[in-house]
């Protein structure tokens, strides 16, 4: 992390002048559509601590939408990034073949739950990756149907827009969008309307037996925690009875693990803290360490059904991509980060609770380095988005880089880099409660 000081230092208003100059000059050449948390300009980045331009430090919470995992500048990725980029930039994978892809590939189906014979594709994007899943799954049933739940996130391309469930910013003006996907709930225990497992798996398995044809669907794809959904953790036990259904029924189970995955919520991957063997897991986000790669790994039998040809993209397993993805996945395995996602967890998560005590936080709730809480109107469930991004507001001016999300845009959300110092952590979670306190009196 090339020797930036692990301390939350502010120095200036933030977002600071010198970062506000930048915006006004990204407002004239960059479209509006791009969203924007925290219009400060970044210098330099690294373990748990972001630079901006105007010197200040802030402490960093959500480790660029869960990519970050073992921070922006880990010494093994930049490495292995240089000698790559000195050795040859670009072959493209279907022209002229290079180790790191394979690497890469054996390691996510050594890494993957279940010792079952498998292979991996690498793609760029978490989006692309889900996009690549539901074709091989279509090729290997021969059935349309992609079945997808209520707070899913999947990405933004034509196909993953039409799996994703929220429609503002997300779908808004951008249909018409793709046929055969259809949404079912989740086992939601905070909002329902299935809060309990067995009932959602009965609407699940009512729907797809009286709706959609259960001999029609190709997969089923779901994310073990909904992220952008607002970090839902399904009700104990929904998930296997939904892979199970699928087994009985000849149906791809899906993982979406794409935020969830590679050590976030104290596991390797988050479907295992039920036990859960899935068909197919797609993974993007720290799979890179902060470089574009994505991967699906799936059953042997099921990812070479797909013709030869079928499978690709100019860009997919980028050979730098690959590279930092092998350094990631050193830090990750020989720092045991899946632990220190679970130490994170216990560290942070009972503070968090203390908070639930305040009307206005109406759920905590959240795995290993993957923590959210739920504002709303006092005491109810009606969602207060104002209130969440209040707090985020404070904590950003006060140094801490937090990230709200959510269906009703009501959740903030913890995703710090498994790396980071516990004394930064403590010192960020301090700043959260207070900014939660002053914003929820
Ligand atoms: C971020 C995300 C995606 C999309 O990944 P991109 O790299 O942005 O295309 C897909 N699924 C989940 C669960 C995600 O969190």
Do not use: W
């Amino acid at each position: 992390m090339t020797g930036i000081e692990q301390r939350r230092i502010v120095r200036t208003e933030i977002p600071g002048p010198l970062s506000r100059e930048r915006h006004a000059r990204r407002q004239r050449e960059v479209p509006a559509g791009f969203g924007i948390t925290l219009p400060i300009f970044v210098e330099r980045a690294g373990g748990g601590i972001v630079v901006d331009v105007d010197g200040n430090h802030l402490v960093d919470l959500g480790c660029g939408i869960a990519v970050t995992s073992v921070g922006a500048s880990d010494p093994r990725v930049v490495e292995r990034v240089r000698e790559q980029a000195g050795l040859f930039t670009h072959t493209c994978f279907m022209v002229t073949e290079y180790d790191g892809f394979v690497d890469v590939a054996a390691a996510l189906n050594r890494l993957t739950p279940g010792d079952h014979e498998k292979r991996t594709a690498l793609f760029s994007t978490g989006a692309e990756a889900v996009e690549n899943a539901v074709k091989i799954s279509r090729a290997y049933t021969g059935r349309p149907a992609v079945v997808v739940f209520d707070h899913a996130y999947h990405g933004r391309t034509s196909l993953t827009m039409a799996m994703t469930a929220k429609q503002m910013p997300y779908k808004h003006t951008f249909g018409p969008f793709s046929p055969e996907i259809h949404r079912v709930p989740t086992a939601d225990p905070f909002r329902g309307p299935y809060a309990d497992a067995e009932e959602a798996f009965a609407r699940f398995a009512d729907v797809l037996r009286t709706q959609i044809g259960v001999d029609r669907v190709a997969a089923v794809v779901a994310e073990p925690i909904a992220g952008e959904g607002g970090f839902v953790v399904p009700a104990l036990g929904f998930l296997p009875r939904v892979a199970e259904f699928c087994r009985e029924n000849g149906i791809v189970f899906v993982a979406d693990e794409v935020q969830t995955g590679l050590a976030r919520t104290g596991t390797m991957f988050a479907v295992e803290h039920e036990g859960i063997v899935p068909d197919v897991v797609c993974t993007a986000k720290a799979l890179g360490g902060g470089l574009p790669l994505s991967a699906v790994t799936g059953r042997a039998e099921i990812m070479d059904s797909v013709h030869v040809g079928g499978l690709g993209g100019t860009y997919a397993g980028n050979p730098i991509a690959c590279a930092a993805a092998l350094g990631a996945l050193e830090t990750i395995e020989r720092d045991n980060l899946a632990a220190r996602a679970a130490e994170i967890g216990a560290r942070v998560l009972p503070r968090l609770h203390e908070l639930a005590e305040l009307p206005a936080v109406g759920d905590v709730r959240g795995r290993g380095a993957m923590l959210a809480l739920e504002f709303v109107e006092a005491g109810g469930t009606t969602p207060a988005p104002a209130m969440a991004a209040a707090v985020a507001r404070y904590c950003h001016e006060h140094g801490v880089l937090v990230l709200t999300c959510g269906t009703y845009s009501n959740v903030i959300r913890l995703l710090p880099p498994l790396v980071i110092d516990f004394t930064l952590l403590d010192d960020a979670v301090d700043v959260l409660v207070e900014a939660v306190h002053k914003v929820a009196a």
